[in-house]
């Protein structure tokens, strides 16, 4: 009986101990209050109107969603900044007739992440997706959905990399 009671005790213990603070997202903030995502400006040699600024947008909304931190616009525990660097067209399957039947727009983020309270979490790295689509479909008529697609993934992945522990 003694035996038993010790590793119901124990059994006790571990589970106690290791439920701790869990966040559904992942998401480590530390003792952060604040972030602040920086104008991502489009520097690709492909110039997309808006897309800087609903890239900059979706990043906000998503940190703002998965984590209790307040969006502000300077002086942020957590910064996010960089420049999208590649958003481009290119065909990725040919027909016997030598034209392209699928085109792949691709999208690159440069970000910067700096976290005010501990420095040992900076970073800089390059994010990048794609989007396929027939080619005999204009992208303008794809657009809303790719860019839906390039950002959900983009912007995820940037979180994961700079504040999910996983």
């Not at 559904?24 to 808006?50: H, M, R, S, W, Y």
């Not at 958003?87 to 399957?93: F, N």
Request: glycine share 6%; charged share 20%; net charge negative.
């Amino acid at each position: 009986m003694k035996v038993f009671k010790l590793i119901v005790f124990f059994g006790l213990i571990i589970t106690t101990t290791s439920c701790g603070i869990y966040s559904f997202t992942g998401a480590d903030t530390g003792n952060a209050k604040t972030f602040q995502v920086n104008f991502f400006q489009n520097n690709a040699e492909l110039i997309e109107p808006g897309l800087d600024i609903d890239f900059t947008n979706a990043l906000q909304d998503l940190v703002q969603n998965q984590t209790n931190l307040n969006l502000v616009t300077d002086s942020g525990d957590l910064i996010f900044e960089g420049e999208i660097t590649e958003y481009r067209i290119a065909p990725m399957t040919a027909t016997a007739q030598n034209t392209a039947a699928q085109n792949r727009l691709t999208m690159a983020v440069n970000v910067r992440y700096y976290n005010g309270l501990d420095e040992e979490k900076d970073f800089e790295q390059r994010f990048t997706f794609f989007f396929d689509y027939p080619a005999d479909v204009q992208l303008s008529s794809v657009k809303g959905e790719a860019h839906e697609v390039l950002f959900e993934r983009i912007t995820q992945d940037i979180f994961n990399t700079s504040l999910a522990n996983w």
